[in-house]
């Protein structure tokens, strides 16, 4: 069991450059997970996959964010046009996707952004 | 999804029982109670979940009051890596297919050596 990887771990970037995130999920997993955390607050959802379909966007998700799982298997986040609000602990998750209420989700490390 | 309410922070001496509360007043008859915790510098892991009956498991246990209002996250025997945030989620039964979950701030528990 690899467990859900996501890379960077660490990301500094100067306000306004591009920056992309990715989650690799546990392999057999059909829902993948964003999320995102700020230093003493709860992870907040951003926007969650059933396979390569995005099934539901968060409104914290601006124009500016866009995420994609083309084959419904890894994960990519882009954020355009950074700003310093943007800094924050970015999550995946992944989860089978067949298990209702039981349903368990496997959270990664999660990629540590910082916009200067 | 209806809301819960944790402590903000709980200290527990090392090798002793903690009882980490959550209070859910609205809770629904049909609502789940999942609790994750965070451990520093990761991603929040499962630890219990559970409906109406309590619950035990290899990590934890979930106590459940009769009523449902409440409920009673109990580690049996803290170790220093039981030092993080704890999370109390309700999910509701009947939204298949919608899963994500909805967290609040937590309790931060701090294990005193």
């Known amino acids: 069991d690899t467990g859900v990887s996501q890379d960077p771990r660490h990301k500094i970037t100067k306000r306004g450059q591009n920056v992309t995130f990715r989650c690799d999920p546990i392999?057999?997993?059909?829902?993948l997970y964003w999320y995102r955390q700020t230093l003493g607050q709860g992870p907040e959802f951003l926007t969650y996959?059933?396979?390569?379909?995005?099934?539901?966007k968060s409104r914290l998700l601006s124009d500016r964010f866009s995420a994609e799982r083309p084959k419904g298997s890894f994960s990519t986040l882009e954020i355009q046009r950074t700003e310093q609000g943007d800094s924050a602990m970015y999550l995946c998750?992944?989860?089978?996707?067949?298990?209702?209420?039981?349903?368990?989700?496997?959270f990664g490390s999660g990629t540590q952004l910082s916009v200067l | 999804d209806a809301k819960t309410t944790q402590p903000n922070s709980m200290e527990s001496n090392e090798e002793e029982p903690v009882h980490l509360p959550c209070n859910h007043s609205?809770?629904?008859?049909?609502?789940?109670i999942h609790w994750y915790r965070q451990l520093p510098s990761q991603g929040p892991e499962y630890v219990i979940h559970?409906?109406?009956s309590n619950v035990n498991n290899r990590m934890a246990s979930l106590a459940i009051a009769e009523d449902r209002k409440s409920s009673t996250l109990i580690l049996h025997r803290a170790t220093l890596r039981d030092a993080a945030v704890y999370y109390c989620?309700?999910?509701?039964?009947?939204?298949?297919?919608?899963?994500?979950?909805?967290f609040g701030t937590g309790t931060r528990l701090t294990i005193i050596p």
């Open positions: 989620i309700l999910r509701d039964g009947t939204n298949f297919g919608n899963e994500k979950l909805t």
């Open positions: 559970g409906l109406t």
């Open positions: 998750a992944s989860s089978l996707g067949d298990r209702g209420p039981n349903e368990k989700l496997f």
């Open positions: 392999s057999e997993h059909n829902r």
């Open positions: 609205t809770i629904s008859g049909t609502d789940y």
């Open positions: 996959f059933q396979n390569e379909a995005q099934l539901e």
